[in-house]
């Protein structure tokens, strides 16, 4: 069953490329895009789907985990209360939050170049927004509802009619409760 799939390593990270690809230079790819799993923008073409859906997948990992670690950062800062804190400690913080966001503003544009590559190699997968949406430009067709025959009618009414009158007794002793609390509440506020 293995032999049918033949399963090409030929570096590291990317499997299934010639040799010939591996050794593109890196010229279409905006600067801090690139890690070393991923392939050069133009041997982009060549690369299946499923391989870059699984590069987005780690991507949005690292944007979860980098937006993590600017929540953690931001709630480890001591909020301005009169105590002087040290010039140090807040640039260092101030320097790492500024470069875990440098990071996560990368990762969305990473991000957003696979989708478009994405969308670009499977266009007969895509679906129009007018099919997201329910309902949308389409007229619903009425649901026919059979006529019940009368003695489900009257079992309805006399179901009602009994829900009625328990709301009715409940509504009641809420009163009756709320009557009773205030009594009480007034006894003690004397009692003091």
């Known amino acids: 069953m293995s032999a049918s799939l033949p399963q090409k390593v030929l570096g590291p990270g990317m499997p299934g490329m010639p040799p010939q690809q591996q050794q593109q230079p890196q010229t279409h790819m905006p600067p801090g895009?690139?890690?070393p799993g991923m392939p050069p923008?133009?041997?982009l073409r060549e690369i299946?789907?499923?391989y870059?859906?699984?590069?987005?997948?780690e991507t949005v990992q690292d944007i979860v985990t980098r937006t993590m670690e600017i929540f953690q950062i931001t709630r480890a800062t001591q909020l301005p209360n009169g105590v002087t804190q040290s010039q140090a400690a807040y640039q260092d913080r101030f320097g790492k939050l500024q470069e875990h966001l440098r990071q996560l503003t990368l990762l969305f544009r990473k991000l957003r170049l696979l989708?478009?590559?994405c969308v670009e190699m499977t266009p007969d997968l895509q679906e129009s927004p007018a099919e997201l949406?329910?309902?949308?430009g389409e007229e619903t067709t009425p649901v026919r509802v059979e006529p019940c025959s009368p003695a489900v009618i009257q079992e309805r009414q006399e179901v009602l009619e009994?829900?009625?009158q328990k709301n009715q007794?409940?509504?009641?002793?809420?009163d009756q409760m709320r009557n009773l609390l205030w009594d009480v509440n007034a006894m003690l506020t004397m009692r003091k």
């Open 48 to 50: 299946s789907p499923v």
């Open 169 to 174: 007794e409940m509504k009641m002793l809420m």
């Open 162 to 164: 009994k829900v009625r």
């Open 133 to 136: 949406i329910p309902y949308v």
């Open 52 to 57: 870059l859906c699984r590069i987005g997948q």
């Open 33 to 35: 895009l690139a890690q």
């Open 41 to 43: 923008q133009g041997a």
């Open 115 to 117: 989708y478009e590559r």
